[in-house]
């Protein structure tokens, strides 16, 4: 396991809870390490899922991020990581190569919360963590003054970032999560993908809807498993609403 880089002129204190890198490619991830560090994100480097696991049994872990450009089968592996109780409510994010679509539709299946493919810009990156581990110090602003949306037997409160669903924590990843603020905020609404789009991405625009439909297929069956009150109805043309189940 690579030690993290040290750089007391320009180093931001670190966060207590480091992320792990996953990444066969040493260079990539000591680039990507030095850029974190200095902004106050530590990392550690895991060359494998096993070692990915056994380092969250042994201390507690922010975020994950997978570096699949160079491997095609990984949606086996964030599979893994969501079903296991030390990772599986982890924000997941995933490095791909451009083009690779089926493999982007399979992460997405197999539970990661957000892919950036390369070349981007590491900011995103930066953005998406800080975001995750509640860094991000004008959402966290805005959200201490919004009360909590309920709607059935679902609860969701921003300033905690925590849901609930009869009284019972519900794991959701960052991006179900803002999904599900949004229906909580227009229940019984018909919302379209573009407008999901832009309350879950925000600033990226080259989502695309089979995206917006993959991340609410695993929130429908969220609720499907937890609510006895609450399910998403699908609107054919027009997009997804929340409503309440026939008794």
């Not at 990392?43 to 975020?63: C, D, F, K, N, Y």
């Not at 699949?68 to 990772?87: G, N």
Request: one cysteine or more; hydrophobic letters at 40%.
């Amino acid at each position: 396991m690579a030690e993290r880089m040290q750089n007391p002129k320009t180093e931001i204190r670190a966060v207590k809870r480091p992320v792990a890198f996953y990444s066969q490619d040493a260079q990539f991830y000591l680039m990507f390490a030095h850029i974190l560090q200095f902004e106050g994100l530590a990392t550690l480097l895991v060359t494998s899922i096993e070692e990915a696991l056994a380092t969250a049994a042994q201390q507690p872990l922010g975020a994950i991020v997978l570096d699949c450009r160079m491997e095609t089968q990984l949606a086996s592996h964030v599979a893994r990581l969501k079903q296991d109780p030390l990772t599986r409510t982890l924000p997941c994010i995933a490095l791909v190569s451009p083009g690779a679509q089926t493999q982007h539709i399979a992460l997405l299946k197999s539970g990661v919360d957000e892919y950036l493919a390369t070349p981007f810009a590491p900011a995103k990156l930066v953005d998406f963590l800080r975001s995750s581990l509640g860094l991000d110090r004008r959402a966290r602003d805005r959200s201490a003054h919004t009360s909590s949306f309920t709607y059935g037997d679902v609860e969701l409160d921003p300033e905690t970032c925590l849901a609930h669903c009869g009284g019972k924590a519900l794991s959701v990843g960052p991006i179900e999560f803002r999904l599900l603020r949004h229906l909580l905020e227009h229940p019984e609404r018909v919302i379209g993908r573009e407008e999901f789009i832009a309350a879950a991405w925000p600033g990226k625009s080259r989502v695309s809807a089979r995206t917006v439909d993959v991340h609410i297929s695993q929130l429908r069956k969220l609720l499907k498993r937890h609510s006895r009150k609450t399910a998403i109805r699908t609107v054919r043309l027009a997009g997804y609403s929340l409503h309440q189940k026939a008794r």
